[in-house]
């Protein structure tokens, strides 16, 4: 089935410094790719979608400046969190419309510290 | 806003029972839904969709009920298993187009030997 490849599923980095994470769609074309970002005890809260060859269409609260998003071909898409905060830390996902439906990343547990 | 709420955070069911878990929605524009089940640190696995057009589907142990008019849906677990212990997310997009998913906070499944 359709398999979204989310690199890497832990991180720890420095206040101030950036983390990218890596989303690729293994056997299908991705055209549309979402990132969410799950808060302790909360829903999963769409941040951005992420469109091959356009700019990202960013939710109401999200900084496009912090939240640095790439879909540079039909296969990749990458969130960069741009000088990271300790309230940066969080769980990320990102989602493809696969062509039988949506299928999720495994996700990236960022802590800064 | 939460336009899809969960409003049980926890649920606990004997092994071999019924859970049911329900999820609410306030946006009349959704036509389908979709539940997910997620662990901890992983992405949400998907279990069943209904489109607007249908009031049940099935799945094996797995079964949606959509009420469209009191804007509801549920599902359904039977039997039970332990293995079915997780988080589960009601989910829900505006057509089956590759549109964003608005999730609600999840229910977290506790099946008892």
């Known amino acids: 089935g359709a398999v979204v490849s989310q690199h890497p599923s832990r991180v720890i980095c420095k206040s101030g410094t950036s983390v990218k994470i890596e989303c690729r769609s293994l056997?299908?074309?991705?055209?549309?790719m979402f990132w969410y970002r799950q808060f302790p005890k909360k829903s999963l809260m769409l941040m951005a979608t992420?469109?091959?060859?356009?700019?990202?269409?960013?939710e109401q609260g999200v900084e496009k400046d912090k939240f640095l998003i790439n879909h540079a071909s039909l296969t990749l898409s990458t969130l960069t969190v741009t000088s990271a905060h300790p309230e940066d830390s969080s769980f990320y996902i990102c989602?493809?419309?696969?062509?039988?439906?949506?299928?999720f990343g495994s996700g990236t547990r960022l802590t800064v510290v | 806003d939460q336009q899809v709420k969960q409003n049980s955070p926890s649920l606990s069911v004997q092994e071999g029972r019924i859970s049911i878990l329900n999820c609410d929605y306030t946006?009349?524009?959704?036509?389908?839904f979709l539940w997910y089940k997620k662990y901890p640190a992983e992405g949400p696995t998907f279990l069943i969709s209904?489109?607007?057009?249908?009031d049940k589907n099935e799945d094996g142990r797995f079964t949606v009920f959509l009420n469209k008019s009191a804007k509801h849906l549920s599902l359904h677990i039977v039997p039970s298993q332990p293995g079915d212990s997780a988080v589960y997310f009601c989910?829900?997009?505006?057509?089956?187009?590759?549109?964003?998913?608005?999730f609600g906070k999840g229910t977290s499944l506790l099946v008892t030997p």
């Open positions: 989602s493809a419309r696969a062509p039988y439906g949506y299928t």
């Open positions: 056997d299908f074309q991705a055209t549309t």
């Open positions: 992420s469109n091959e060859g356009s700019k990202a269409t960013y």
């Open positions: 946006n009349s524009m959704f036509d389908y």
């Open positions: 209904i489109s607007s057009i249908k």
């Open positions: 989910a829900a997009s505006v057509s089956n187009s590759g549109y964003a998913l608005n």
